[in-house]
């Protein structure tokens, strides 16, 4: 299994709060991901991967300007993504670093980044494989830094997806049908 606790110290410090933001979120996230995961197990989701994945998906916010220590990037948060792209295909991890770039939301279309002129690349960045989606769903229900479990319930998720677009909203349903409630 990749070592992802090196490659999160590689870019931030060992008890800095950006390293322990990133590290509480993505085993969140990787918990629910792999109840996700289970409720599709006939669909033989790849589970190390998706752990490893989900620890990895906001690697990105450290090169965003964040009022956070460890944060000092020019970039704007909505960047993070793609910025994690970067980051993990440097290192040669084209798989994991798909899912930073296609975790944002539930997914950003080319229209969307055009409609809302936002600062990336005009292209589809939506999640296609089904680790990738089930990392994306999973996300939906942390934001970082919350104190506590700080899980979200369906209601906040969809309400909070609401301002982007119906289309947004019924597609975090499909996944919660597809991916169960828990």
Request: aromatic share 8%; with cysteine.
């Amino acid at each position: 299994m990749l070592d992802y606790i090196k490659i999160i110290k590689k870019y931030c410090i060992p008890g800095s709060r950006v390293f322990d933001i990133l590290v509480d979120h993505g085993q969140k996230v990787s918990q629910k991901a792999l109840l996700a995961a289970d409720q599709v197990s006939h669909l033989n989701p790849d589970r190390n991967f998706i752990v490893e994945a989900a620890m990895l998906h906001d690697i990105g916010m450290v090169k965003t300007d964040l009022p956070l220590p460890g944060c000092l990037g020019p970039h704007p948060y909505i960047c993070h993504g793609l910025l994690g792209r970067v980051m993990l295909e440097k290192l040669g991890l084209h798989r994991h670093a798909m899912v930073c770039e296609r975790h944002v939301g539930t997914g950003l279309t080319a229209d969307d980044i055009r409609q809302q002129q936002l600062p990336l690349p005009v292209r589809d960045m939506v999640p296609e494989t089904l680790e990738e989606q089930i990392i994306c769903y999973a996300d939906k229900f942390y934001s970082k830094g919350c104190p506590g479990n700080g899980e979200k319930s369906v209601d906040t998720i969809v309400k909070s997806l609401s301002r982007f677009g119906t289309d947004k909203v019924e597609k975090f349903l499909s996944w919660q049908k597809k991916f169960g409630s828990f």
